[in-house]
């Protein structure tokens, strides 16, 4: 079974600039989470989706951060301009269904903001 | 709101000791604690999990032990090899919020061969 795919892997942008990362979870997996993990701490959630539907998206920057899964399968994040505390890991996560506890997750994008 | 406390930071083990790692949580709400483990540059592995109706769950050289009444859960790693040397996460989840997860932050243990 394939994991959780994450790219690209790393990325170096200017402040302001705009970054977009991308996510394809475990096939058949219908949940869905984007964490933030700034160096040297625990992954803090930003938004999940249940399909193509949001779940929660308390916890995400709505000014200048966006999600999205279209299809109910592959997820995009995007941020709109950068700023240099935006400088982290993007972990992806996906599980079988809503209320499944386990959450497998990918390699992460890692995100310097110069 | 921090409602995941980890401790220690870091932590330094000889080959063949016992790793200890502590968490409290203060949401009561809270039906699910997992501990993962993060190599450099790779995302968290689900290692062990513990629902609140249990005291204590061991799989192999791991074991969590769980007190309901104090709030705290903590990750016992026995016989502690090098290749255990990584980051190590508490979380909590409850079912009521989508399961979504609420991390510590994180103790790097390091096994001195």
């Known amino acids: 079974e394939a994991g959780v795919a994450q790219s690209p892997r790393y990325k170096i942008i200017e402040k302001r600039q705009s970054v977009a990362f991308w996510c394809n979870p475990i096939s058949g997996h219908a949940t869905l989470y984007w964490y933030q993990q700034i160096l040297g701490q625990g992954p803090k959630l930003l938004i999940q989706f249940q399909n193509n539907g949001v779940v929660d998206d308390s916890q995400l920057p709505k000014d200048r951060f966006s999600a999205e899964r279209l299809k109910g399968v592959d997820s995009t994040l995007k941020i709109q301009p950068a700023k240099l505390e935006d400088s982290a890991v993007y972990l992806c996560?996906?599980?079988?269904?809503?209320?499944?506890?386990?959450?497998?997750f990918g390699p992460g994008t890692r995100l310097t903001v110069t | 709101q921090q409602q995941v406390k980890q401790s220690p930071q870091s932590l330094i083990v000889q080959k063949g000791g016992i790793s200890i790692i502590n968490c409290a949580y203060e949401n009561t709400a809270f039906d699910y604690f997992p501990w993962y483990q993060q190599f450099p540059g790779k995302g968290p592995a689900l290692l062990i999990a513990?629902?609140?109706?249990?005291s204590e769950k061991k799989e192999g050289r791991f074991t969590i032990s769980f007190n309901k009444s104090a709030k705290q859960f903590s990750l016992h790693i026995m016989d502690s090899q090098p290749g255990d040397s990584a980051t190590y996460f508490c979380?909590?989840?409850?079912?009521?919020?989508?399961?979504?997860?609420?991390f510590g932050e994180g103790t790097q243990l390091t096994v001195n061969p």
């Open positions: 996560a996906s599980s079988q269904r809503l209320g499944s506890y386990e959450q497998y």
């Open positions: 979380a909590a989840s409850k079912e009521t919020s989508g399961s979504r997860l609420t």
């Open positions: 513990i629902r609140p109706d249990v």
